[in-house]
C-alpha cells in the first residue's frame, strides 16, 4: 500500500503536472492551426479577394502605423500683408543760388507742414524751404523757448521772402503769470497767452516781412480739439492784426459733420490716412494735405502761379522769367448764308436764302393754283381720278389746259 508520505509529495505535484500537460496541449494546438493558416491563406491568394475581404479584412491584412512615427502637422501660414503702392519719385530740381526762401517756423506740425510744402515746391529751382522749428516749442513755456525774441534772429539770419507759422500745440499746460500758474484757458491764462501771440506777430510785422499762420486740425481726444478751436481764434485775431493770412485747415482734417477723421481724402480726393495712431501726429498724406491749404497764399505772396512753374517778372534776379507770347492776329471767317437742302417752293431754286425772290413764272403753278384759286390740276387721261366723259384722247388732253374736268351725264 501507498504510504501516507508519498500520497502528500503526489498532492504537492499535481499542479505542476497540470500545467505541463496545458502547456503541451497549446503547443500541439498551434503546430496544427500553422500549417493550417498558411494553407487558408494560399487559398485565399488562389481564389482573389471577395466583398467580404473589402468590407471586413483579417487582422493579418490590416494596415496599422507604427506607433512611434507622428504626423508631420503643418507649418500655420503667416497672413500675407498687402504692400503700399510704391508713391512716384518727385522730380528735384537744384535750387538757384538766389532762390526765394520761405521761412517754416513753429512746433512739431510746423514741422510736417515744411515737409509737405518741400515736396510741393521740389520742382521749384526758385523756392527754397527752410525749416526752423522746436518740437517741444510754445507761446506758454517761453523760459524753455522764447518765439517773439527767437522769430527777429532767425529773420535776420535766413532773409526770407515769407514766413509760414504753425505753433500752438504744446500749449495745452499750465501758464505761469507772475508768481502764479494759471490753468489752460482760465480768464488770466487766455489774456496772457493773447499778449503773448501778439507779440509774436508784431515781431515778423517789424521785420518787414509777409507771412502767414497756419492753423491747427483737429484731435481725437475732444477736449482737444475744443481747445484747438479756441486757439485758432486767438492765432486768426493775431495774424490779421499784424498783416499777415491766416490759413484755416480745419474741414481738411474732420468729417462732415465736424469729427476728427484718422483717414480721408487727400490733396487728389483719394481716401488715404492723415493722422498717426496717436491721433496727434500726421502722415506723410497729412503733411502734403497741410502744404495744399498753404499752397495758394504763399503763391500769392511769392508772384508765382503755381508750384513748379516759370515764375514771373517780379522774381528775383536768376530766376527764368517766361517771356510773353505775342498776340495772335485775328482770324478771319468767311461765313456765308445758309442754303436749304430742299426746295419747299417746288420751282428747283438754287438761290440763297435772303435773296430776292424768284419772278412767279406765268402762268401760276399747279401748287399755287390749288392753294390760292382752289383750281386742281387736269387728270391725265386714264388715270384712276379721271372722270370725264366720253375719255379723254391725249391730244384733246392737252387742249384743254386750263379748264378742270366735270363729270357730264
Known sequence: MVSAARIAILVRRTPILFLAIVL???????????????????????????LRDLLFPRRSERFEPPLDIERAKPKPR?????????????????????????????????????????????????????????????????DFYNWPEQIKSLIETEKPAAVVVMLGSNDRQQMKVGDVREQPRSENWTKEYEQRTDAFGKAIAAAKVPFLWVGMPAFRVPKMTSDMLAFNDIY???????GGEFVDVWDGFVDENGAFITSGPDMNGQPVRLRADDGINVSKAGKRKLAFYTEK????????????????AAAPAGAPVEAPAPAAAPIVIDRTAPMLLSDPALDGGTELLGAAPPAKANPALPGEKLVIEGKAPEASPGRADDFSWPPKTPAAAAAATDTTTAINP
Open 297 to 312: 497764399p504763399l503763391m500769392k505772396i511769392l508772384g508765382l502761379a503755381a508750384p513748379g512753374s516759370l515764375a514771373p
Open 78 to 142: 503667416k497672413p500675407r500683408v498687402p504692400r503700399a503702392p510704391v508713391e512716384p519719385q518727385m522730380p528735384i530740381a537744384e535750387k538757384a543760388p538766389d532762390a526765394r526762401i520761405v521761412l517754416v517756423v513753429g512746433d512739431f506740425m510746423a514741422s510736417g507742414l515744411a515737409e509737405g510744402l518741400d515736396t510741393a515746391f521740389a520742382d521749384n529751382p526758385a523756392v527754397r524751404i527752410v525749416v526752423r522749428a522746436n518740437g517741444s516749442s510754445g507761446f506758454v513755456r517761453d
Open 236 to 242: 486768426h485775431k493775431a495774424a490779421e492784426s499784424h
Open 24 to 50: 503541451l496541449a497549446i503547443g500541439a494546438a498551434g503546430a496544427f492551426h500553422a500549417p493550417a493558416m498558411a494553407q487558408e491563406e494560399e487559398q485565399q491568394q488562389d481564389r482573389g479577394w471577395s
